[in-house]
């Protein structure tokens, strides 16, 4: 088991930026898929962005895609999500996940269940 906990949410106004940080403890989360997934009030919880064991692969939803950066850093234990031109629509909470079982990513690295530990949630909110 890892503990992930996010930071770096906060209040921003339409087309400003955040970055988010998941830092990890406990077992190593080297080689791993690891996902950013959000989850707006009274809607499911949505991928974000993907990133393979290495940083070498990364994949984003459409939604997203061109505004934000997901990258990790496996030395320092931690992954970012660099959140640029950000939206009212992109108001939600924020959760880091890892998929102890895939070093790369496939066609199910999107889906919620297939992540083993959830950090707690960062909270951003963007005003029009």
């Known amino acids: 088991q890892v503990q992930l906990v996010e930071s770096g949410g906060g209040f921003v106004q339409a087309g400003g930026s955040l970055r988010l940080s998941c830092a990890a403890s406990g077992r190593s989360f080297n080689n791993r898929v690891m996902a950013w997934f959000r989850q707006a009030p009274g809607k499911g919880r949505e991928f974000v962005a993907l990133?393979?064991?290495?940083?070498?692969?990364?994949f984003y939803a459409e939604s997203v895609k061109g505004r934000f950066t997901i990258s990790r850093d496996n030395a320092k234990n931690t992954m970012y999500l660099q959140m640029n031109s950000l939206k009212p629509e992109d108001t939600a909470d924020y959760y880091c996940?890892?998929?102890?079982?895939?070093?790369?990513?496939?066609?199910?690295?999107?889906?919620?269940?297939?992540?083993?530990?959830w950090g707690q949630g960062t909270q951003v909110t963007v005003s029009s």
């Open positions: 990133i393979n064991g290495n940083g070498g692969n990364t």
């Open positions: 996940a890892i998929d102890f079982d895939a070093w790369e990513l496939d066609s199910g690295s999107g889906r919620p269940d297939r992540y083993d530990d």
